[in-house]
DNA sequence: CGACAGGTTGACCGTTATCAAAGATCGTGG
DNA sequence: CCACGATCTTTGATAACGGTCAACCTGTCG
C-alpha cells in the first residue's frame, strides 16, 4: 500500500487523485504548522500526501476507515452528519486552512460524519501514525491543535446550547449577527452557504427560512438582496427578537 | 481564608476551599496523567493545589478569569451555560476523574459556562502556565488530552446534530439507550441526574420529560421505577420511536 | 432556451412549550 | 427520627411554533 517516491523535493502522492504541484503551499498555510522552522516543515512535507476531488465527491464517509487528517488547499469542504433517524445535519464547511479528520485521529478509527466536496477541491493528507509522531517530537503542535481543538468544541456547545433554548427565529438572526462579525464594520454580506444548507445547519427546514427571513425583513431588521447578499438594517433589533 | 498545610509531601493549598489529604490520590486517578511515571507524577502534584466546594457552590462563572485545570476528585459538578437569551443548558455533569476549565487554557481567558458543585465536591487546580510546561515537556500528556477533546467534540456534535434533527422523544429514547450502554448488560439503570436537569440537558422542559416518559411506558418499552430507576423492556423499540 | 435545483408561499396539523395547580420526594433542623 | 418546607414531578388545558405537503416561481448553467 506504500507508495514512496524519492525526489529531490520529496513529494510523493496516490489515492484516487492526482498529484498536484508544491506541498509547502498547502502545508505552510496551515496554522498549525505555521509555527515551525523550515527544516521541521521539510520533514512533515515529505510525508504528507496531495489528493485531489471533484465536485459532489465523497472524501470520506461515515462509517468508513480514518486514519488521517486532511487539510484543505483548495476549494470548499461540505462536513455533515446523519442523525439515528437518518436525517441529514450540516455541521461545517471548511475552507482552505481548515482541517478535518482529527476526530478520528485520536478517538476511534471510523469516521461518523461525511466529507463532500463542494466544488473542485485540494487536499494535504498526513496519516494517523505520521502525525502522532510529529505530535510527541514538536509538543508545540499539540498546543496548536489543542487550541483548535478548544475552540471548536467552544463552537460546538454553543451551537448545542443554542438548539436547546432559543426558537428557530433566534437561532437564524444570531447566525446574521455572526456572519456580520466576520465582516470588518461593513453592514453587510454573503450567506456563506444556500438557505437549503442554511437550514439543516440550524437544525430547521428552507421553507422555515425562507419564512422568518421575510419576518425579518418585514420587521425592518435586514434587507435580502439578489445573489444571497444580505444587508443588516438594525443589529441590537435582531440580537432582541 | 488561606489554609496552606506543608507536608514532606509537598502539598499545598489555598483559595476560599480548605486543605485536603494527599494529592496523589486525586491526580493518579485522573486518566490524563496516569500513565506517567512516578517521578513525573510528583513534580505535578507539586503544582497542583487542592480546593473543596460546598453544595451550591460556583466553582467559576461565565465571564470570570480562567486560568485553571480542575480535575474532579470527589463529588459532583454541574457544568451549565446560558444562552443569549438567558435560558439555561446543562452541559454535562463531572464525576471523580473528570476535567474542566481546559477550553479557556488554550483558547480565550474566560469561561464560556458556569461549574456548579452539586454536593461535597474536591477538585485538584493546575495553573495554565504550569500545565502548558507539563505539555511541551511530557507530550504524551496532549496525546491524551487530545484523545480526552475529540471524545467530547464527538459527543458534543452528535449531541447538535440530534437537537438539529431528532424531536424530543426520540432524544430522550437515545438517552435512555445510552445509559443503558454505560451498565454491564443490565436492563436497568438509575437516571443520572433529575428530571429537570434531564428537561435541560435534552433542550426542552420538565413537563415533557414527565410526559414523554409515561407515552414510553404505556408503549410498553419501559418501566419507570421509584427512586429514579429505569428499566428498559424493549429496547429495539426504543430505538425505532 | 430549457431543465432542474433551489427558493417561495399557502394551508394544515402535529409536537411541544406554557401556565396552573396538585402531588411526591428529599434534605434539613429541631 | 420525624416533620416541615422547598424543590421536583405530574397532570390537564391551551396555544404557539414550526414541520409537512403541494404548488408555483426563479435563477443558474449546460
Redesign the interface.
Known sequence: MKNLEEKKTNTHCHAHGHAIGSQKACVSLVPIFNHLEAEQMEEIMVTAQSVSYKKGEIIYHAGGQSDSLYIVNKGKIRIY?L???G???L?RILTPGDFTG??????EAVH??YAEAMEETKVCLINRSDL?QF???F??I??K???E??????Q???????????KVE?RIA?FLAECLDSENDAKEFVLPMSKKDLA????TTPETISRKLADLEDQGLIKQKPRKRIEILDLDGL?FV
Open positions: 452528519r442523525s439515528e433517524s436525517k441529514e445535519q455541521v482529527e476526530l478520528a485521529l485520536f478517538k461518523e460524519s502522532q505530535l510527541m517530537r509538543p508545540s499539540s498546543l491543535i489543542l487550541t481543538f478548544s475552540n471548536r468544541l467552544e460546538s456547545e454553543k451551537q448545542t446550547a443554542r438548539f436547546a433554548t432559543e433566534t444570531l439543516s445547519y440550524l437544525g440580537l
